[in-house]
């Protein structure tokens, strides 16, 4: 299963874990309601499932409600490597001093196979 940015920090934040604050917009209106409602400095991100949406101009920020407006407005309907950008994520802005990525794999082929009584593991 594949999550976007937004959905995969709003089931961090539904566990405890704390993340920046963020609304999803799918519109030009809801995205500069979203950067209103977090306050500037604020980030609007493409979300698409593919990385290097920085690098393709998919991540900006903004300083104040007229430049969320603009890059909210660029972001919306661009093309990253294939892809196009249908929804934003608005969050405020902070200083990151390093990044880090996780990924959870499942291999379903490691999982016991149980018959009656007996449990095995499949080889």
């Not at 802005?93 to 490691?110: K, L, T």
Request: charged share 30%; aromatic share 4%.
């Amino acid at each position: 299963m594949d999550l976007l940015e937004y959905q995969g920090k709003q089931l961090l934040r539904r566990h405890g874990v704390p993340v920046p604050e963020g609304v999803h917009a799918t519109s030009l209106e809801e995205a500069t309601q979203g950067a209103a409602d977090i306050g500037y400095p604020c980030v609007i991100k493409a979300q698409v499932l593919i990385g290097g949406r920085g690098k393709a101009g998919g991540i900006k920020v903004a300083k104040d409600a007229d430049e969320a407006e603009q890059h909210a407005k660029a972001i919306l309907g661009m093309t990253i490597r294939g892809l196009t950008v249908h929804e934003l994520w608005i969050e405020e802005a902070s200083d990151i001093a390093a990044e880090y990525y996780a990924s959870i794999v499942f291999d379903r082929s490691a999982r016991p196979r149980c018959r009656g009584s007996r449990c095995r593991r499949r080889a």
